[in-house]
């Protein structure tokens, strides 16, 4: 079990977080919604747990390209909600998107309903 749980706000704070714990040999453990299967996100010894709970922004909607940019830790019906206002959608549908963040999604390459 981890004892430090760290709760960056951006990617500078992470970068910082990173660099932190490489030139001090640290193992450091990502965590997002913590709803994967697989046990990605499970930390195995005592490494620093970096959560991305508080990267929750959506940044920019671009109607014109359907482009949204947003943290990683945005929950995807957040994101979801969010462009459907807009007149869009996001093309992912699972049954965790009211607690799986983007980051996730993106890095595991989910699929879903919609795809």
Known sequence: ASRCVLKPRD?????GILAHCGS??????PQGGNTGLVGGS????DEVIVSTQLMNKIENIDTSSGVAVCQSGV?????DRSLADQGLMVPLDLGAKGSCH????????????RL
Not at 75 to 79: D, G, H, K, S
Not at 102 to 113: F, P
Request: net charge negative.
């Open 75 to 79: 929950v995807l019906e957040q994101l």
């Open 102 to 113: 983007i980051g996730g999604n993106v890095s595991t390459n989910a699929g879903g309903l």
């Open 24 to 29: 001090r040999g640290l193992a450091v453990c």
């Open 11 to 15: 990617t500078h704070e992470v970068a």
């Open 42 to 45: 499970v930390p195995v010894f």
